[in-house]
């Protein structure tokens, strides 16, 4: 198996109340473990492409000598399990504040509450399941955006900062339909800001 999942830096239930235990559990071990099985599947059926690194598979995945379904896998599986590591650890029990980059914000922005407001906005507007994202585009500039389904911002270049997860699987037990409670909850759990 190419993939494996990481060690959560946290326990399940670290992240309470905001985020449930059981909740977390689900999402890693049925969710996130689905889209790493799926992109071993694929892999292991184009050992060219397997030992390159995911990220660059994803922005290249266009000009990759595979047929459309399993580009296709790799958008989503691929997209699954990057989305999913990079979700882990942006989030942490406690915060690990990080000034220059909340200051980089507040110049872009305006103000945190100003970029919040932004973003729980680009999260709520997201019609069925997806992710709202802060990224850096090739020249370094912030951009807030939705993506829909796994795809990654890997797809066009760009490097997450800040993204959360709008499935309803990461938050239906705690918030049931209230995906903007759970947004205002997120704050409280995200590390660096
Ligand atoms: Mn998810």
Do not use: C
């Amino acid at each position: 198996m190419k993939y494996i999942m990481s060690q959560l830096p946290y326990e399940y239930n670290a992240l309470e109340p905001y985020i449930d235990a059981r909740t977390m559990e689900i999402h890693l071990t049925k969710h996130h473990q689905a889209y790493i099985n799926n992109l071993n599947l694929v892999l292991e059926k184009n050992p060219k492409i397997a030992d390159k690194k995911l990220e660059s598979l994803i922005e290249n995945l266009d000009s990759l000598n595979l047929n459309d379904k399993d580009k296709i896998m790799i958008k989503n599986h691929g997209g699954g399990h990057l989305n999913h590591s990079f979700f882990w650890q942006v989030m942490a029990p406690k915060k690990a504040i990080d000034e220059k980059l909340i200051g980089e914000i507040k110049k872009e922005y305006g103000s945190m509450d100003e970029f919040k407001a932004l973003f729980k906005q680009t999260a709520l507007s997201r019609f069925g399941s997806g992710w709202a994202w802060l990224v850096r585009d090739k020249n370094s500039k912030f951009a807030v955006y939705s993506t829909p389904n796994q795809d990654s911002p890997h797809l066009q270049g760009h490097t997450p900062i800040i993204g959360i997860d709008v499935w309803e699987h990461a938050y239906y037990l705690k918030y049931q339909n209230k995906r903007d409670e759970y947004i205002d909850a997120w704050w409280h759990v995200l590390k660096l800001v």
